[in-house]
């Protein structure tokens, strides 16, 4: 970062200025922040500068409302967008506030501005609304356009105060933070400088607690990931993340609901009473940890690893070094690899203080935990350094539109502020084959949708043609099965999602192809549709997004055999009608006095048959009771053992002579299931 500039070197730029003045009509100061003092003039103090003593002095555009006493600035609701742009001027930097929405939601920070004055498009904005958060400019030639996820629940309840956090490195990386959590990294090669302010568009919010300071941290890497769902009762600040563990005159541990292998954590951590607090990992069970766990904490005087199950095992203890803990405070990191290579690092060295290897490691919870003592974790960082995680049989994925990434996780698509978002595989499949197409699904925001492809006819421009099961949270809530030409809707299969379906963030989507062109959604292992796409010609895989910030793994192939019965025959019944292959449901009559019907069943030995959930073999009849009163349902199951694709021919069997005539008619089968449903 550049000098700050000091009242000798500004005369002397002054001075310089004075002399070029023929040749630049403007320029904006070279430091990394310049700010003004009351009078306009740069008084050079040191960094870092907060806003209520520098920035709010100087005079600003737009339609605001300054509090000085407060040290806040409150952005009046305009038919549009409003730009209020400070005095001060900026590169690198940290710019951070709380932010509390009065009317309308979509706000936050301007930086980068050429001419305060008379903006036009040569500035970028960071925003945040109701789902997402928005990295931007107005100026098309810029190509500046990014969306990360506003955390779930952070306007539950009723709130609309957060903590929003600007972050730009020498490096031109422009990080946002929302209540502590990363939610946007992007390195803009074209970044550049200029004037800071505060922006919304028909809103009005309210800035406090505004902080400007040199920006000395690292932007957040791709494998760091937010800690959250304690367990325990710790204190969240919902501004910051800080975690504040509690003395409850005892241990007190309390878990994330992240389980971790090969990772990095690290927090500033301090005393508040007492003096022993560090990490938790490698714990098994995050709700009764019995002794199932490591630890690294700190007291005063020493720095403890140790397996609290198997302290004979490890048990390692140092001195703490003098200058490392101040005033209670202190910074500690831990780095774990796969192969339980433990390292601790004690109040910023780059030296561990402990370095192990342990070979009883294993992957586990990470958490806090404090003994006899409160304590407050600040800065909390947790890198997941697991190597890239996307598992597949299918080849060739790469991006179509939207923004992609692989990550430890999965293949995500980080696409909350976008419509329809593809990355295509360059596998194709031909119309007339059987086969499987499925994957787990993690859909993180709650108003996104995301899914699996196939049938694509052109995979440059997917939106020309293609087929689609999803779960969607953006227009209603529902699980859909769908086939879409140009933009329009051709037909769809769905239901609606429950309300653990709704909450939860997890999914197995599953498709099923049969010959015929019947198609077969399964959402968890539960049938949402079936649709009979006669000409249906296949195409390429793939997996899209719409509004949603999805990660998809264990997305796979399977070329499979057409589950096939190719004769059943009936003793103690008689079918209503011979068989045929093809039909999806039968009706049989019970001869008079039969308690119990023999159905044989014909099918390739590589298929495994069921009826009524008993395993059956080809050629070998399998009994089946029949009620004493009204009908009984009989459900013939054959299935492809390596696809596990399956169909189940509901049949239905009356037993005449417990009925008067009127009643020995044609029956309807007792059965949820469609024809050629595959289970």
Same mark, same amino acid.
């Given at each position: 970062?550049?000098?700050?500039?000091?009242?000798?070197?500004?005369?002397?730029?002054?001075?310089?200025?004075?002399?070029?003045?023929?040749?630049?009509?403007?320029?904006?100061?070279?430091?990394?922040?310049?700010?003004?003092?009351?009078?306009?003039?740069?008084?050079?103090?040191?960094?870092?500068?907060?806003?209520?003593?520098?920035?709010?002095?100087?005079?600003?555009?737009?339609?605001?409302?300054?509090?000085?006493?407060?040290?806040?600035?409150?952005?009046?609701?305009?038919?549009?967008?409003?730009?209020?742009?400070?005095?001060?001027?900026?590169?690198?930097?940290?710019?951070?506030?709380?932010?509390?929405?009065?009317?309308?939601?979509?706000?936050?920070?301007?930086?980068?501005?050429?001419?305060?004055?008379?903006?036009?498009?040569?500035?970028?904005?960071?925003?945040?609304?109701?789902?997402?958060?928005?990295?931007?400019?107005?100026?098309?030639?810029?190509?500046?356009?990014?969306?990360?996820?506003?955390?779930?629940?952070?306007?539950?309840?009723?709130?609309?105060?957060?903590?929003?956090?600007?972050?730009?490195?020498?490096?031109?990386?422009?990080?946002?933070?929302?209540?502590?959590?990363?939610?946007?990294?992007?390195?803009?090669?074209?970044?550049?400088?200029?004037?800071?302010?505060?922006?919304?568009?028909?809103?009005?919010?309210?800035?406090?607690?505004?902080?400007?300071?040199?920006?000395?941290?690292?932007?957040?890497?791709?494998?760091?990931?937010?800690?959250?769902?304690?367990?325990?009762?710790?204190?969240?600040?919902?501004?910051?993340?800080?975690?504040?563990?509690?003395?409850?005159?005892?241990?007190?541990?309390?878990?994330?609901?992240?389980?971790? *292998?090969?990772?990095?954590? &690290?927090?500033?951590?301090?005393?508040?009473?007492?003096?022993?607090?560090?990490?938790?990992? !490698?714990?098994? *069970?995050?709700?009764?940890?019995?002794?199932?766990?490591?630890?690294?904490?700190?007291?005063?005087?020493?720095?403890?690893?140790?397996?609290?199950? *198997?302290?004979?095992?490890?048990?390692?203890?140092?001195?703490?070094?003098?200058?490392?803990?101040?005033?209670?405070?202190?910074?500690?990191?831990?780095?774990?690899?796969?192969?339980?290579?433990?390292?601790?690092?004690?109040?910023?060295?780059?030296?561990?203080?402990?370095?192990?290897?342990?070979?009883?490691?294993?992957?586990?919870?990470?958490?806090?935990?404090?003994?006899?003592?409160?304590?407050?974790?600040?800065?909390?960082?947790?890198?997941?350094?697991?190597?890239?995680?996307?598992?597949?049989?299918?080849?060739?994925?790469?991006?179509?539109?939207?923004?992609?990434?692989?990550?430890?996780?999965?293949?995500?698509?980080?696409?909350?502020?976008?419509?329809?978002?593809?990355?295509?595989?360059?596998?194709?499949?031909?119309?007339?084959?059987?086969?499987?197409?499925?994957?787990?699904?993690?859909?993180?925001?709650?108003?996104?949708?995301?899914?699996?492809?196939?049938?694509?006819?052109?995979?440059?421009?997917?939106?020309?043609?293609?087929?689609?099961?999803?779960?969607?949270?953006?227009?209603?809530?529902?699980?859909?099965?769908?086939?879409?030409?140009?933009?329009?809707?051709?037909?769809?299969?769905?239901?609606?999602?429950?309300?653990?379906?709704? &909450?939860?963030?997890?999914?197995?989507?599953?498709?099923?192809?049969?010959?015929?062109?019947?198609?077969?959604?399964?959402?968890?292992?539960?049938?949402?549709?079936?649709?009979?796409?006669?000409?249906?010609?296949?195409?390429?895989?793939?997996?899209?997004?719409?509004?949603?910030?999805?990660?998809?793994?264990?997305?796979?192939?399977?070329?499979?055999?057409?589950?096939?019965?190719?004769?059943?025959?009936?003793?103690?019944?008689?079918?209503?009608?011979?068989?045929?292959?093809?039909?999806?449901?039968?009706?049989?009559?019970?001869?008079?006095?039969?308690?119990?019907?023999?159905?044989?069943?014909?099918?390739?030995?590589?298929?495994?048959?069921?009826?009524?959930?008993? !395993?059956?073999?080809?050629?070998?009849?399998?009994?089946?009771?029949?009620?004493?009163?009204?009908?009984?349902?009989?459900?013939?199951?054959?299935?492809?053992?390596?696809?596990?694709?399956?169909?189940?021919?509901?049949?239905?069997?009356?037993?005449?002579?417990?009925?008067?005539?009127?009643?020995?008619?044609?029956?309807?089968?007792?059965?949820?299931?469609?024809?050629?449903?595959?289970?």
């Amino acid at each position: 970062m550049r000098r700050n500039v000091t009242p000798q070197r500004l005369r002397r730029r002054i001075l310089a200025l004075i002399v070029c003045l023929a040749m630049v009509f403007s320029c904006l100061p070279s430091a990394a922040i310049n700010v003004p003092d009351g009078n306009g003039q740069n008084p050079g103090s040191p960094l870092p500068y907060a806003v209520t003593d520098n920035m709010l002095a100087g005079a600003f555009t737009g339609d605001y409302t300054v509090d000085q006493d407060a040290g806040s600035l409150t952005l009046n609701k305009t038919e549009g967008n409003n730009h209020a742009v400070s005095e001060v001027t900026a590169d690198a930097f940290i710019l951070e506030a709380d932010i509390t929405f009065e009317d309308g939601l979509d706000a936050g920070f301007l930086f980068g501005a050429t001419d305060r004055n008379n903006l036009g498009v040569d500035w970028y904005a960071i925003k945040i609304g109701p789902s997402q958060v928005r990295l931007f400019s107005d100026n098309g030639s810029y190509n500046l356009n990014q969306y990360g996820s506003v955390p779930s629940g952070t306007f539950d309840n009723g709130n609309y105060k957060v903590h929003f956090k600007l972050a730009v490195t020498e490096d031109n990386v422009i990080s946002a933070y929302v209540n502590g959590q990363a939610v946007l990294s992007y390195q803009y090669d074209a970044y550049h400088g200029g004037y800071l302010g505060f922006t919304g568009y028909f809103c009005q919010a309210k800035f406090e607690n505004i902080i400007l300071r040199e920006n000395t941290e690292l932007p957040p890497q791709e494998n760091e990931e937010p800690l959250t769902g304690w367990t325990g009762s710790p204190t969240v600040d919902p501004y910051t993340g800080a975690v504040t563990v509690t003395n409850n005159q005892g241990n007190n541990h309390v878990l994330s609901e992240t389980k971790a *292998n090969a990772f990095t954590m &690290e927090a500033d951590i301090s005393f508040l009473e007492g003096g022993d607090a560090g990490f938790l990992f !490698s714990t098994v *069970n995050r709700t009764n940890l019995g002794t199932d766990w490591i630890g690294i904490k700190a007291t005063y005087s020493q720095l403890r690893l140790f397996d609290e199950g *198997n302290q004979a095992a490890l048990d390692v203890r140092k001195p703490i070094p003098d200058g490392a803990i101040v005033d209670g405070k202190f910074h500690l990191k831990l780095n774990v690899d796969a192969d339980g290579n433990i390292k601790v690092y004690l109040g910023g060295s780059a030296d561990p203080l402990i370095s192990v290897q342990y070979d009883e490691y294993v992957a586990g919870y990470v958490g806090l935990t404090t003994y006899n003592c409160t304590a407050k974790f600040e800065n909390l960082r947790f890198y997941n350094n697991d190597p890239v995680g996307f598992t597949t049989n299918l080849n060739g994925i790469h991006s179509v539109s939207g923004n992609w990434s692989l990550t430890t996780r999965g293949y995500r698509g980080n696409n909350t502020g976008l419509g329809d978002a593809y990355a295509m595989f360059t596998d194709t499949v031909d119309g007339s084959e059987t086969f499987v197409f499925e994957g787990d699904m993690h859909l993180e925001n709650s108003n996104g949708i995301g899914g699996l492809v196939f049938g694509v006819k052109n995979p440059d421009s997917p939106t020309d043609e293609w087929y689609c099961i999803n779960v969607g949270k953006r227009w209603g809530t529902q699980a859909k099965m769908l086939k879409n030409m140009g933009g329009t809707e051709i037909w769809n299969k769905q239901r609606g999602l429950t309300q653990a379906e709704i &909450e939860k963030k997890d999914y197995h989507l599953r498709l099923e192809v049969l010959e015929g062109g019947t198609l077969n959604y399964y959402l968890d292992g539960s049938l949402i549709g079936t649709y009979v796409e006669s000409d249906f010609a296949g195409g390429t895989f793939g997996v899209m997004t719409n509004g949603g910030d999805v990660t998809f793994n264990n997305v796979n192939y399977y070329k499979a055999k057409n589950p096939r019965i190719t004769d059943m025959s009936l003793s103690g019944a008689a079918l209503s009608e011979p068989y045929a292959e093809g039909k999806g449901e039968y009706l049989a009559v019970a001869d008079k006095d039969a308690d119990a019907v023999g159905i044989t069943l014909t099918a390739d030995a590589a298929f495994a048959l069921s009826v009524n959930k008993q !395993s059956a073999e080809s050629g070998k009849a399998v009994s089946v009771p029949l009620n004493d009163i009204g009908y009984t349902s009989i459900a013939i199951k054959v299935e492809d053992p390596v696809g596990h694709i399956s169909r189940t021919l509901p049949s239905g069997c009356a037993r005449t002579r417990m009925y008067p005539p009127s009643m020995t008619g044609d029956i309807a089968p007792s059965s949820t299931s469609p024809p050629n449903t595959l289970l």
